[in-house]
């Protein structure tokens, strides 16, 4: 099972902007779909991007949509996400995912898509 670490975490004001990092270990990075959710306060933990192994799909949730990045440096087994324009309601605990399954056709949005999960990261936004 791959192994997933966080960070680039932090406090930011309004209309900042973040890099978050997610760095993998212990598999074939190339053949894993990767995956961004958050979790707030006393929240359910939701989706927020994705990026698929093979055809280098990109999903988003509406939220965050022209305002995120997904992106993926296989070379360097790192998953990023560009947050821009950032807002209070994006404060969260983020975590990154993996998919290490071949074939999988089902949403990539559900939590069950993801066999491996990071510890998560912070991000608060203040207004």
């Known amino acids: 099972q791959v192994q997933l670490v966080e960070s680039g975490g932090g406090l930011v004001q309004a209309g900042d902007s973040l890099r978050l990092s997610c760095a993998a270990s212990?598999?074939?990075?190339?053949?894993?779909?990767m995956g961004w959710f958050r979790q707030a306060p006393g929240k359910e933990r939701e989706f927020v991007a994705a990026v698929r192994w093979t055809s280098g799909l990109t999903y988003y949730a509406d939220s965050v949509k022209g305002r995120f990045t997904i992106s993926r440096d296989n070379a360097k087994n790192t998953v990023y996400l560009q947050m821009n324009s950032l807002k209070p309601e994006d404060t969260a605990v983020y975590y990154c995912a993996a998919n290490s399954r071949s074939g999988y056709s089902r949403p990539w949005n559900l939590d069950d898509a993801y066999e491996s999960w990071g510890q998560g990261t912070q991000v608060t936004v203040s207004s």
């Open positions: 212990g598999g074939t990075f190339s053949r894993y779909g």
